[in-house]
């Protein structure tokens, strides 16, 4: 596993896009960011840094926790492979519920991966 510094203030998302970038391998498999931070509120370029993953077939997961319900979230554009939300913080609704959605989008490298999964508070669903 491989962590990378976030500089503050934010240094803009050119920044982010080529530090991931750089720090791929052939040998890396999944590219896991967050979308906004706890600490300061930076937003990430999520849907540049998915795009960088899916170009060399690198699984992208999007951790929502802070911006699930705060910013306009358009998971079709984005396209993480996974994606994680809280209900409870910025939607104000009731704990423990959890937003998770495993996708399988138009990605011909991906189609042996099964069906669309859905992860909430209350167990796994799966849907066709």
């Keep these: ?3 990378l510094a976030v500089p503050n203030p934010h240094p803009g998302a ?5 530090a991931v970038t750089k720090a791929m391998t052939s040998r890396t ?3 896991a ?3 906004v931070t706890t600490t300061n509120g930076d937003l990430f370029p999520a849907k ?4 960088v993953a899916r170009q060399r077939g690198v ?3 999007l951790d929502g926790a802070q911006s699930f319900g705060l910013v306009d979230v358009d998971l079709g554009d984005i396209k993480p492979d ?3 939300g809280s209900g409870h913080k910025w939607p104000c609704g009731p704990k423990p519920p959890r937003v998770a959605a495993l996708f399988q989008h138009a990605r011909g490298d991906r189609s042996d991966r099964g069906r669309h999964q859905a992860l909430h508070g209350r167990g796994l669903g799966t849907a066709a």
């Design 59 to 61: 699984l992208c997961h």
């Design 82 to 84: 996974f994606y994680g």
């Design 33 to 35: 960011i967050t979308h």
């Design 29 to 31: 498999r999944l590219v």
């Design 1 to 3: 596993m491989r962590e």
């Design 48 to 51: 540049e840094i998915c795009r």
């Design 14 to 18: 050119d920044y982010h896009v080529d």
